[in-house]
């Protein structure tokens, strides 16, 4: 059996987020020893794109979507969320400066039928999902990025306890967490 490209998927539109919460949020995850995918953290030139992000997007364990103002406008960002709905990821959304209700599929006129259902429908899935907000504005950082990473860990450590009948500890940087069945 092959270890996983990742633990963690982080889909973004890299114009809103690469370079605030995009990547601090795939540093902070690197730094506590798990390991986070964000395309141009884990990535080298010349690389092809759904080559490496396909592979990690189906062995991740986990997805982390950060939607944003510009997210809906990239097919890349919508072909990534329809991966991760299709393969039964279980997805932690961030709505950075946008509401869930104001994202819809954008179709400019170059999308196919087919296309468009698939991508509302992961659209659809992951809105109605308990995520986490975010004003960039107004947000306290590092508050938010200790949340987004409490979520993260508490949410693998749930799924490692799905897949195994022991209860195990779960350490991260030297904190150990421990998913107890109530």
Not at 24 to 44: E, K, Q, V
Not at 130 to 153: C, H, M, Q, R, Y
Request: with cysteine; charged share 25%.
């Amino acid at each position: 059996m092959t270890k996983p490209v990742c633990d963690i998927f982080i889909n973004h539109r890299g114009i809103d987020t690469k370079r605030t919460i995009a990547g601090l949020l795939h540093d902070h995850l690197f730094r506590l020893g798990l390991r986070p995918f964000l395309d141009s953290r884990s990535m080298n030139p010349g690389e092809r794109l759904f080559g490496k992000i396909n592979p990690a997007i189906r062995s991740c364990k986990l997805g982390v979507t950060i939607f944003s103002p510009n997210y809906c406008d990239s097919y890349f960002c919508m072909q990534e969320l329809a991966l991760l709905m299709e393969n039964k990821k279980r997805v932690i959304p961030i709505f950075c400066d946008v509401k869930p209700s104001q994202l819809q599929v954008m179709d400019y006129g170059i999308r196919s039928a087919k296309q468009l259902e698939r991508f509302n429908f992961a659209l659809e899935d992951a809105k109605y999902t308990v995520g986490l907000a975010f004003d960039t504005s107004k947000g306290d950082w590092p508050e938010f990025l200790n949340s987004a990473t409490e979520a993260v860990i508490k949410n693998l450590v749930e799924l490692d306890a799905q897949k195994s009948s022991k209860k195990r500890p779960y350490i991260v940087h030297g904190r150990e967490y421990m998913y107890m069945k109530i």
